[in-house]
């Protein structure tokens, strides 16, 4: 059983940036692959970005290509999902993932995929 724990939500103003963090234990945390999604008031959770177990390959959503990045240090089982340039719109309950299955299987981006969930943190961008 893999716990996950998010945090470095907060309130900032449009145009600034974030990191989020996602602290895992209980499991071989390099064994998993690892996604951010994230949920606003109102509508589906949505995927935002993945990455396999070695931290060499990524993807994200169209909406934060270039904005966005994730990435992971395995020696202290922990992902980050550095945020700049956020927009109100990116404002959202974000939720770190952890999927025991292959990242190259091409379906990170649908939340079935994943096996175990964080409770999430709050992102609040203001205009």
């Known amino acids: 059983q893999v716990q996950l724990v998010e945090s470095g939500g907060g309130l900032v103003q449009a145009g600034g940036s974030l990191r989020l963090s996602c602290a895992a234990s209980g499991g071989t945390f390099s064994r998993y692959a690892m996604g951010w999604f994230r949920q606003a008031p109102g509508l589906e959770r949505e995927f935002v970005a993945a990455i396999n177990w070695s931290g060499g390959s990524t993807g994200y959503a169209d909406s934060v290509k270039g904005r966005f990045t994730m990435s992971r240090d395995n020696a202290k089982n922990t992902v980050y999902l550095q945020m700049n340039s956020l927009k109100p719109e990116d404002t959202a309950v974000y939720y770190c993932?952890?999927?025991?299955?292959?990242?190259?299987?091409?379906?990170?981006?649908?939340?079935?995929?994943?096996?175990?969930w964080g409770q999430g943190t709050q992102v609040t961008v203001s205009s």
């Open positions: 993932a952890a999927s025991t299955r292959s990242f190259y299987s091409g379906s990170y981006y649908t939340d079935l995929w994943y096996n175990y």
